[in-house]
């Protein structure tokens, strides 16, 4: 018998790809949707089964989920996340898929994007279909832009406070939850899965990326305002920069300093450390 094929959205994103070998490492039957073929088949290379749907088009996913019995449903950030993801989930209703697995996030951040994330829980949770939700905490892979100051100086800077700490999650234990999840199937159901590193400071990090990258590195804190300011100057856009100042004030309460042991008890190993994360990406951080 064949293996139920597993239908995976986001492979070409941050944790997407860190997936893809997961999965070809399993077996499992998977085909890739993407929006852009072109793009993801550079991404993904010519062996895997690769079909094109777009997130903003509900129709496209009809055709993209045919003969699908898991759906995986993960895409970036967007002001639209939520009508975007919803026309996947009908859709997957409409298919006959028979699971659900999402990325989510922090679901009790008042952010906008955790707050799309929730209602599309909510929204899956009620669909009748089988489900599971996986809820990393602050990615890693941030610090590209949290700690962008490192290419051309000493020093970061955020609004968060210097003692407030943050337990980070390597996208790469991410995709190895997610990997254990698709192929493991029963026995995660109706599950939501809060998934962290260890819990450091951005006083911490500086002291790790000393430490690993052999520079002396400081985090500026600056008023909310100010790291407003900054960011727009850099060209984020308004609804990003106002989810962030909500997950600012958020993780200022402590909030995201909650540690879980979410990877070792699925994944099967520790959570790895953002000293492995820095050392395994030192090169994105060095002075150019
Ligand atoms: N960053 C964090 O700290 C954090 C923490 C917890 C949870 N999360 C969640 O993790 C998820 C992934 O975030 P990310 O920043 O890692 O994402 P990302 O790297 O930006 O990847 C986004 C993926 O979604 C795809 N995508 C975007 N729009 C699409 C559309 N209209 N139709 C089809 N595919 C589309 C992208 O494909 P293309 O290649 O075509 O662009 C890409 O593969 C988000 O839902 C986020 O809320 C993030």
Redesign the pocket.
Known sequence: MSKPLIAV?????????HLVPRLAARGLNIRY????IE??RQ?LGDDVELVS?????GTSFDRALEGVHTLYL?????P??EE??TNAIEAAVAAGCERIVK????IDSPAP??E??KALEGKIAACGLRYTF??????M??LHYVAAGLKDGDSFTSAIPRDVEIS??D?RD?ADLTATVLAEDAGHDGQGYYQTGAAVSLDEVAETFSRVLKRDIRYEMVDVDVWEDMVTRRGLPSWLIEHQVKMIGFAANGAYAYETTATQDIAGHPSRTLETFIADHAQAFART
């Open positions: 959205t986001g492979a070409t994103g941050v944790t997407g790809q949707i993407a929006r852009d793009k993801a991404v749907a777009d997130l903003d088009d993960n895409s970036g950030h967007s639209a996340l975007q993801q990325l989510s996030g922090n994007i955790p799309a994330h996986l809820r990393p905490n602050f990615y892979t941030n980070m999650t996208p991410v």
